[in-house]
T-cell receptor
Framework: AQTVTQSQPEMSVQEAETVTLSCTYDTSESDYYLFWYKQPPSRQMILVIR??????QNATENRFSVNFQKAAKSFSLKISDSQLGDAAMYFC?????????????FGTGTSLTVIP | DTGVSQNPRHKITKRGQNVTFRCDPI?????LYWYRQTLGQGPEFLTY????????KSRLLSDRFSAERPKGSFSTLEIQRTEQGDSAMYLC?????????????FGPGTRLTVL
């Protein structure tokens, strides 16, 4: 069974600093996709960044980047130059690849506080 | 730009009552998902539609839960004889088949409170 683990329930970062959120997953699949979603308080979840498992290059989206370690089944999110608007719950998610990959498996989330 | 919408946003009901939620996906998306999220947890998959066909159901979806997507557009999730344990945020998401990563776009959710 696929599981996603986020071991940091809460994290805080000073504005303009860098923070890394951890995520590990368990799967026997070789083809899959990984995602980080952001859920601001009382607002809907939005996609932050995605990574295809077959790609060795780590994904980057502006201030957000990932460190994808396939062998270690690790998928951490780095937020650079943190901004007040980055404060939210962050969820790591896994989706199997191939034709059967429909549902996402989410971790329990990390609540990020940005300190002015 | 119209994203995924859900109605109502909040629902308070008494135990034993039936409730129905609606989800309107992004118009060109043929895949629709329902998730349940309880406090302090990530979303848990409930069910998945491709067009009007319900292709996957989680074991979390007890007999009291039923979902439909009659014309392959909007979807409804009904909970019969609600229990206090049904209190949660119910999230809907949609995706396009043409998307290689099957990125899901989420709605704002319906928060259900069962008294």
């Amino acid at each position: 069974a696929q599981t996603v683990t986020q071991s940091q329930p809460e994290m805080s970062v000073q504005e303009a600093e860098t923070v890394t959120l951890s995520c590990t997953y368990d799967t026997s699949e070789s083809d899959y996709y990984l995602f980080w979603y952001k859920q601001p308080p009382s607002r809907q979840m939005i996609l932050v960044i995605r990574q295809e498992a077959y790609k060795q290059q780590n994904a980057t989206e502006n201030r957000f980047s990932v460190n994808f370690q396939k062998a270690a089944k690790s998928f951490s999110l780095k937020i650079s130059d943190s901004q007040l608007g980055d404060a939210a719950m962050y969820f790591c998610a896994y989706r199997p690849g191939g034709g059967t990959g429909n549902q996402f498996y989410f971790g329990t989330g990390t609540s990020l506080t940005v300190i002015p | 730009d119209t994203g995924v919408s859900q109605n109502p946003r909040h629902k308070i009901t008494k135990r034993g009552q039936n409730v129905t939620f609606r989800c309107d996906p992004i118009s060109e998306h043929n895949r629709l998902y329902w998730y349940r999220q309880t406090l302090g947890q990530g979303p848990e998959f409930l069910t998945y539609f491709q067009n009007e066909a319900q292709l996957e159901k989680s074991r979390l979806l007890s007999d009291r839960f039923s979902a439909e997507r009659p014309k392959g557009s909007f979807s409804t999730l009904e909970i019969q004889r609600t229990e206090q344990g049904d209190s949660a945020m119910y999230l809907c998401a949609s995706s396009a088949r043409s998307s290689g990563t099957n990125e899901q776009f989420f709605g704002p959710g319906t928060r259900l409170t069962v008294l």
